[in-house]
């Protein structure tokens, strides 16, 4: 029954051998684990992000050690002997990829995400250089200056993405947020700055509050199906506007058979999953490979060829379902649970 059902796929231009991708995640950094991901069926495996935060901390850090003291005693200078290499997050990063992708027989895609041109343009080509198959930028911040307008903070993304593209050759994809003003646009121009490939949505980790110390602390809650709804409906958007060309991923969400069906029914290349598989363990993917198999064959699709866009936007019986009008019918479908008396009655 497997064997009559075609699950090959491509993104970025890489074939894969089914549209079953494991997203940046703490399983994918580590040449061991990122094994165990492999051989537990993933198709393509994205590693964990490369932070410019994290390199410039370990950088200054460094620095403030090797020069404490010097401005008192001269004798300071010497404390250290000469270090010819001082592997930093960065240099380690790139170490792992190497191994990664030495032992992999899949795709091995490194994430980025970086603050400055600089920086974003030194790592690409550096990724790249260790043999990264294709490169993601992960275009994560929070638009929290009131000085910085939505026309310059595009503008600011847009000269990110074209910079990257011009300094390597592999394939790029773009990760972003919704939240962009106006989303439809600045997706159509991430991919005119030279993306090959979106990946929706960059999932933002809200903090919480510690009552007891007033503080700040840090949050993190694995997804949940019902956060596939908002890449499902934007991916049903884009790809009739975007063309088959260009790649797209939905991310977030997807964690059973049924959500990666839906995620190419609306155009997607690939289901990109993580919190699925930290839950689950890696062979997670193998027993969602085999219950999308049965699906196809169950309903009669033989590829996901025949199976990715038969729900976009454009082949929707009601294309206004994806915007205006999905708004009032998801409003006027609550209906009142016993024992409550619904408005107006």
Not at 4 to 15: C, Q, R, W
Not at 173 to 199: C, H, I, M, Q, T
Not at 200 to 228: K, M, T
């Amino acid at each position: 029954m497997g064997a009559a059902v075609d699950l090959s796929t491509t993104y970025l231009g890489l074939p894969l051998r089914s549209p079953l991708v494991a997203s940046a995640s703490p399983l994918n950094g580590d040449p061991e684990t990122a094994r165990m991901v492999e051989e537990g069926g993933a198709a393509a495996i994205v590693l964990p992000s490369l932070f410019e935060e994290e390199i410039l901390h370990e950088e200054l850090q460094l620095n403030q050690a090797l020069e404490a003291g010097s401005g008192h005693f001269a004798e300071a200078l010497d404390y250290f002997p000469a270090v010819p290499e001082l592997a930093g997050a960065g240099e380690r990063y790139v170490r792992a990829l190497e191994r990664i992708k030495a032992q992999a027989s899949v795709p091995v895609i490194a994430s980025l995400n970086a603050t400055t041109r600089g920086g974003w343009v030194r790592w690409a080509k550096a990724l790249q250089d260790a043999g990264a198959d294709a490169v993601e930028l992960n275009l994560y911040h929070v638009a929290a200056d009131p000085d910085l307008t939505g026309a310059a903070m595009e503008a600011r993304d847009l000269d990110l993405v074209a910079a990257v593209r011009a300094a390597i050759s592999v394939p790029l994809a773009v990760k972003l947020s919704p939240y962009y003003s106006a989303f439809a646009n600045v997706a159509r121009e991430v991919v005119r700055a030279g993306a090959d490939g979106l990946v929706l949505f960059n999932r933002f980790y809200q903090p919480d509050l510690d009552l007891e110390n007033l503080g700040v602390v840090v949050r993190l809650d694995l997804s949940q199906p019902w956060e596939l709804r908002l890449p499902m409906r934007w991916t049903a958007i884009l790809r009739p506007q975007l063309g088959p060309a260009v790649s797209l991923a939905a991310t977030s969400g997807i964690r059973a058979a049924v959500d990666v069906v839906k995620a190419l029914m609306v155009g997607a290349d690939v289901a990109m999953m993580t919190s699925a598989a930290l839950r689950e363990g890696p062979a997670h993917f193998a027993a969602v490979e085999a219950d999308l198999r049965l699906w196809m064959v169950r309903h009669g699709y033989a590829s996901v060829d025949q199976l990715r866009g038969c729900a976009t936007q454009d082949h929707a019986e009601d294309p206004s379902a994806f915007e205006r009008a999905n708004y009032m019918q998801t409003l006027h479908s609550w209906s009142a649970p016993p024992g409550l008396v619904a408005p107006g009655s």
